[in-house]
């Protein structure tokens, strides 16, 4: 008996394979999938000790949110924190509640889904220019960066990860060493992060290579297949157990029960009010808009604004509810999964994957792993994550463009925000335009001038 398929079957189907292809080798792509954990365990293990976040919910629901954006957008979309209220809910006195955490999240997410539903951050993403994305771009890497440093250099208290005032010692199992014997694996493995890109053909395609060519070649093709974020990452994992065996008599099985959260109106008006203002121009600007140029610079697949900023709104509009994180796209996420061999959406589906397990196997006890993890480890994977995207800024090729984009970095480092950065970037991009408009016409009027004359 013979079957047939439908078209719109056979269109699904053939939506659905194309999304599960591998761009990159299987090692590439999974060690691409921890490239932005360096970030995300820090923020996460911070909010469950210190606002009692619910990390089961958080894993479970952030599990889903990476394998649907990772089908829907086809690239290693990031699953990331939303910074600014982890930031507020752990460093202010008093501390914010789960309740007010999520009304600040859902705050935030209602505002992007707006302005992707009206098509205003498509209006926006098509009005900033350049330079100034470029300029935010480049001080979130440097922020990335310095942060890992700190990581790397000065013992951390891992329940509010504030550095303490002694160096880390170069012993132990969160020493020093172990922190720069995992830098430098990195970087013998990996290199300047172009290797997986060229070592086919690229800087080395010569029309008849010399032996000698062909031996770096194939060098350079194994290093570059070596998984090393995922090695590193899985030794982190090992090291919790040895420095804390009894975490396996507190380990227990099993999701946590899901809970609706009961938000009130002072929770909304706290939550809004210390935490979704300062968060709402960094999603705009580094969850949004800076992930789609990032993702045409890396990928040459320019998304669209509308859907990325509905993405964020939708996510949050479900999870925040139930406890869950609040959660963005973040260029940085995106810079560090690609930096360790991530090319295609398959690679944060792996991810949401080995979330969901965890979620679902260990629930919130999983916090008793992770509270062990060393902090070195995650330094070296998030200044590799800050260093590739900040290296976006390198096509800026006029000395106006780099102009604008370093004043921007420069205040937005200096302020600790990206909207006032932001801001200053856009009023001197206006200035440098108003100069060059005003001497233009200047000109045009003397031309204009001196030909009346002549014809007189």
């Known amino acids: 008996m013979e079957t047939t398929t439908t078209p719109l079957l056979s269109g699904r189907c053939g939506w659905l394979r194309r999304r599960l292809r591998l761009r990159n080798p299987l090692s590439s792509e999974l060690s691409g999938a921890v490239g932005d954990l360096g970030t995300f365990i820090p923020i996460v293990l911070t909010l469950t000790l210190v606002s009692n ?110 550095p303490s005032s002694s160096p880390r010692s170069w012993l132990g199992l969160d020493g020093l060493i ?18 997986r890109d060229c070592a086919g053909d690229g800087d080395f395609a010569e029309s008849s290579p010399s032996n000698e060519a062909l031996s770096r070649r194939r060098r350079l093709r194994l290093l570059s297949s070596i998984p090393s974020a995922l090695i590193v990452f899985f030794v982190g994992l090992v090291l919790c157990f040895i420095r804390d065996p009894s975490i396996f008599k507190d380990l227990k099985f099993g999701p946590s029960k899901f809970k609706i959260l009961k938000i009130t109106w002072e929770d909304w008006k706290i939550g809004f009010a210390r935490a979704a203002i300062p968060q709402i121009p960094l999603s705009v600007l580094n969850s949004v808009i800076a992930v789609c140029k990032l993702s045409n610079d890396l990928f040459d697949k320019e998304l669209s604004a509308t859907t990325v900023s509905v993405s964020v709104g939708v996510m949050n509009l479900i ?65 590799f994550a800050g260093i590739e995207l900040a290296m976006a800024s390198k096509d800026m090729n006029t000395k106006e463009d780099s102009f604008i984009m370093l004043v921007c970095a420069a205040v937005s480092m200096t302020g600790s925000s990206a909207a006032l950065g932001f801001g200053c970037g856009v009023v001197l991009y206006l200035l440098l335009k ?20 002549h014809v007189a």
């Open 178 to 195: 172990l922190a720069l014997a995992a830098l430098l694996f990195i970087i013998l493995s990996t290199g300047s992060g172009t290797d």
């Open 319 to 383: 999870g925040c509810w139930f406890g869950a994180m609040p959660v963005c796209h973040g260029a940085g996420g995106l810079a560090g999964q690609y930096r360790f061999g991530a090319r295609s959406g398959l690679s944060v589906v792996f991810l949401g994957v080995g979330k969901l397990i965890v979620g679902l196997v260990f629930g919130n006890s999983f916090v008793r792993i992770l509270s062990q993890f060393p902090i070195g480890i995650l330094g070296v994977l998030l200044l």
């Open 53 to 162: 976040l619910d990390l089961s919910a958080t894993l479970i629901f952030t599990g889903f949110y990476n394998i649907a954006t990772g089908l829907l957008f086809d690239i290693p979309m990031p699953v990331q924190p939303m910074k600014s209220i982890a930031a507020v809910a752990v460093s202010e006195t008093p501390h914010l509640t789960p309740s007010q955490i999520a009304a600040a999240g859902a705050s935030t997410a209602a505002t992007l889904l707006l302005l992707g539903a009206t098509g205003a951050m498509s209006f926006l993403y098509n009005l900033i220019p350049l330079p100034v994305v470029r300029g935010v771009q480049l001080s979130q890497g440097l922020q990335f960066a310095f942060t890992a440093i700190k990581y790397v250099r000065y013992d951390y208290d891992t329940a509010t990860l504030k």
């Open 434 to 453: 108003l100069r060059t408009l005003d001497s233009s016409s200047v000109a045009r009027s003397n031309d204009d001038s001196e030909t009346a004359s």
